[in-house]
């Protein structure tokens, strides 16, 4: 018996050896160095290095020690994915993204076999566990002990009881929402925020419980709408928009004495962006549904967002709206992308637009076309069709420019120059509103990446002669990797040099700058057709990335900006394009926003009705307190940064005067309050809420 339980014990310590230092590889790998790391993992990886442990110790004069290689090589594969995938995506994978496991494989070979490439160092580190345990194989002391039947389930039964403390014992470090307690126990904290307080392996063992149960436990999606009703008094707002006299319409011939749009004198409506006939209070009663009946109360309260001096302002425009791969403000240089200076630099310039989002397209795209938070935490849904974008594709989501456009007569098509099944958008985009046109039904000289300009020349004809038109762009130059064997990079590398003079960039960033270019010539083409046509002057464009250029190295970002960014806020920092034709100086708005914000905006300039209060973003130009949020609920506003993983307050000004009791105090307000539009949003998808109030309103037959 005793020989039995040192076998045990002995294979326990191994697997825990093992477990700590794939975690130690992988958070050097995500983070550059070991700093800031939580030691927590170490409490959690007893009881998952219990669970192969038990089943190792076979009699038989190889057989104990085959097994002890194979389950070493079975948890090695685990961290092997996560390596792997941040090399490719730039952070940990989260379970509700493994079921696109086949398609990510089938539709990303050739920049998985790249990054394998670039890997090789990090990947025979990540085996050399595996190494070790098959060498034993042939060499060390035979088993001798055939452990008893009982053993094996009691060790099992053991690493659950261990764990389950291991949970209860985070307690006792705190339970604010920066402590691992809350990564722990809430359903809302992202893959990354998690992997960093609790480990990879933690972290995955909790998000599959999260999606095998199902259904959530407890009131956290309430508590925390209650708490951002609580605490919206708190709020001061500060308006800091540096906007420009409203008028009907812009005009080129304005004179040189006006500053920006020239003005008439008109009587502005600074009413709420609200749908009258929808009265939460009243709907509130027409429902047994919890949820249904929190959100009810939750939007009762807040009295929206007001019209504004740029409310109506391009009303009767067209719309060509468009989420870019990977871009960003490195993407925007004077020298070698002229027309995205352009575009960047004229319209309307939002100065602290910052992208939320550091990968996962969807979720960018889903952000930009509803205005709504997607879930990017462990309660997102598994399968092809994961997340905010896959869940709402059943949905009434009266509140994309696709289906807004559509209910007023108005044709609306997206495009994508990839496969339509890939994230389901042949089913999502279509729930939107929009008749839609994938990489199926055009030709291109490349497959992957393909070409936008080439997207662009075969789209156009389908609504440059109409009279009115909505269109949605996702572009795919810009993917990477950005190696040389990228079909974007090899078509325009040369004029990226051309252009650059032959200045040092780095591989990297001038194959970034050549896949921009691509969407450069895509722009110049759409812009060219616009004007033939005559329909340059009533013509919105807007663009916005979709996710952060996560496979640009920091090097690249130095060599690009000139220094590399500050990782936690500053990372994040991107462009936003608003452009229209008619403005001798642009409209600058220097107000916090993201991605959530530019459809409300872009709703208000068009002077379409609609609810504000049902919206996470929030139009730039409103007199309401501005927050840029980003996916692991860091926040920025006017006056502060809050980090959200340390729980750490930032001023913007660090002058003397600074009081900082009362920042941390408006700091926790404002948090809490995106974090219930978080949570609303999620809600609003899972409880299909748009559908509720439409139809309980008469707004929807």
């Known amino acids: 018996m005793k020989s039995e ?134 060499i060390g002391k035979t088993e001798d002990s055939r452990p008893r039947l009982w053993l094996r389930p009691a060790v099992l039964a053991a690493a659950v009881l261990i764990w389950m403390l291991c949970g209860a014992s985070l307690r006792f470090g705190g339970t604010s929402d920066s402590s691992p307690w809350y990564a722990f126990t809430s359903l809302y904290v992202d893959t990354d925020t998690s992997s960093q307080k609790l ?116 009303e009767g425009y067209n719309v060509v709206y468009i989420c870019a791969e990977a871009f960003s403000n490195l993407a925007v240089n004077e020298e070698i992308t002229p027309l995205l200076y352009k575009l960047a630099n004229e319209g309307i310039v939002l100065t602290n637009f910052y992208n939320s989002f550091p990968n996962t397209t969807t979720n960018g795209e889903f952000a930009l076309m509803t205005g709504l938070w997607p879930d990017v935490s462990r309660k997102a849904d598994n399968g092809a069709m994961t997340g905010s974008f896959g869940k709402s594709v059943k949905n009434y989501m009266p509140y994309s420019l696709g289906n807004i456009f559509t209910s007023m007569g108005v044709k609306s098509f997206a495009y994508h120059n990839y496969l339509g099944s890939y994230y389901g958008r042949n089913k999502t985009h279509a729930n939107m509103g929009y008749k839609c046109k994938f990489m199926e039904k055009m030709k291109f000289t490349s497959k992957w990446p393909t070409s936008d300009y080439e997207m662009f020349k075969q789209t156009v004809d389908d609504y440059i002669g109409l009279d009115r038109f909505n269109v949605y762009y996702m572009t795919f130059s810009g993917h990477a990797p950005y190696k040389d064997g990228n079909p974007m990079c090899h078509r325009n590398l040369k004029s990226v040099q051309k252009k650059y003079d032959g200045r040092a960039l780095g591989e990297q960033a001038r194959c970034y700058f050549a896949g921009q270019i691509e969407l450069e010539k895509a722009l110049q083409y759409l812009l060219d057709r616009l004007e033939e046509a005559g329909k340059l002057d009533n013509t919105l464009i807007v663009m916005a990335g979709d996710h952060y250029p996560y496979r640009l190295d920091n090097s690249s970002v130095k060599n690009m900006l000139g220094k590399l960014p500050e990782q936690d806020f500053e990372k994040y920092h991107s462009t936003c394009i608003m452009w229209f034709n008619g403005l001798s100086e642009p409209i600058i708005c220097d107000e916090p926003c993201c991605n959530v914000d530019i459809l409300p905006t872009v709703l208000n300039l068009l002077g379409i009705e609609y609810d504000s209060r049902m919206l996470s973003g929030t139009d730039v130009f409103s007199d309401s307190p501005h927050v840029a949020m980003l996916y692991n609920k860091n926040i920025i506003t006017d006056s502060f940064r809050y980090n959200a993983s340390s729980g750490k307050v930032i001023p913007i000004d660090n002058g003397e005067d600074v009081d900082m009791n009362e920042l941390k105090t408006q700091a926790a307000a404002v948090y809490k309050i995106q974090k219930a539009k978080y949570a609303a949003a999620i809600s609003i998808v899972k409880e299909d809420f748009y559908r509720f109030v439409w139809k309980k309103s008469g707004l929807l037959q």
């Open 5 to 138: 339980l040192k076998t045990c014990l002995k294979y326990i310590i191994v697997f825990y050896i093992f477990i700590v230092y794939w975690e130690l590889l992988l958070y050097f790998v995500a983070h550059g160095s070991l700093s800031g790391i939580n030691g927590c993992f170490l409490l959690f990886a007893v009881p998952q290095a219990m669970v192969p442990a038990a089943f190792c110790g076979w009699k038989g004069k190889k057989a104990g020690r085959i097994i002890a290689a194979i389950m070493t090589f079975i948890v090695s594969v685990f961290y092997l994915t996560q390596l792997i995938y941040f090399r490719i995506f730039g952070s940990m994978i989260s379970i509700s993204m493994a079921g696109m496991g086949g398609d990510a494989l089938e539709n990303f070979g050739w920049t998985l076999k790249e990054s394998i490439k670039e890997s090789v160092l990090w990947i025979i580190l990540a085996l050399l566990p595996v190494i070790i345990m098959t060498v034993r194989i042939f």
């Open 199 to 314: 480990g990879v392996l933690t972290t995955s063992i909790l998000e599959t419980k999260s999606i095998l149960l199902g259904k959530e436990t407890g009131t956290e999606t309430e508590d925390l709408i209650e708490a951002g009703i609580s605490t919206e008094q708190l709020i001061v707002p500060s308006v800091s928009v540096s906007t420009q006299p409203r008028a009907d319409q812009p005009s080129q011939d304005q004179p040189e004495s006006a500053p920006g749009i020239e003005t008439e004198e008109v009587m502005l409506d600074l009413s709420p962006n609200i749908i009258s006939e929808i009265d939460f209070e009243q709907l509130a009663g027409m429902t047994e549904n919890a949820a249904k009946k929190k959100l009810c109360k939750y939007f009762a309260a807040s009295s929206g967002t007001n019209r504004n001096e740029y409310t109506g302002l391009l």
